[in-house]
């Protein structure tokens, strides 16, 4: 699929990994750290169920953010790894999407890519 045929933010068309989505990111979303652990948990099962969700991928790359900044992380370097490989791996399946901008800003700021953090949040 070429990127013209993509709309932006076009869900997915498995609806096992859609609910996955929308389960994961309610979890995300009330902050705490059991649910945010339940949140990415299911995030990672809808991208198993369809790899080129690209907003699932960026809201894995928001949980991680959530991680550090509340400092549940137990491995520091390495959740900021994981969250920037999924906020590229999101921005590489769609360019356009603000969240996964978004969330690459936020990483990059914690990660002291000052730089990166504006260009991805003025993107």
């Known amino acids: 699929m070429s990127e013209q045929e993509r709309s932006l933010h076009k869900p997915t ?4 990994a859609r609910d996955r989505f929308q389960r994961g990111v309610a979890c995300l979303w009330r902050q705490d750290r ?3 652990e339940e949140g ?4 990672r099962q809808a991208i198993a169920l369809d790899a080129e969700f690209g907003r699932a991928h960026g809201y894995l790359a928001f949980g991680d953010c959530l991680l ?3 400092e549940r992380a137990d491995n ?10 999924a906020a590229n791996r999101a921005l590489a399946i ?3 999407d ?6 690459a800003g936020r990483l990059c700021t914690l990660s002291g890519d ?3 953090a504006v260009r991805a949040l003025e993107t």
Do not use: T
Not at 13 to 16: K, P, R, T, Y
Not at 79 to 84: A, C, D, M, P
């Open 40 to 43: 990415m948990k299911l995030l």
């Open 68 to 70: 550090l900044f509340y």
């Open 98 to 103: 603000y969240f996964a901008h978004h969330a």
């Open 76 to 85: 520091r370097a390495e959740v900021l790894s994981r969250g920037i490989k």
């Open 114 to 116: 000052h730089r990166g």
């Open 34 to 36: 059991a649910d945010n």
């Open 13 to 16: 068309d498995n609806l096992g």
């Open 94 to 96: 769609d360019r356009r």
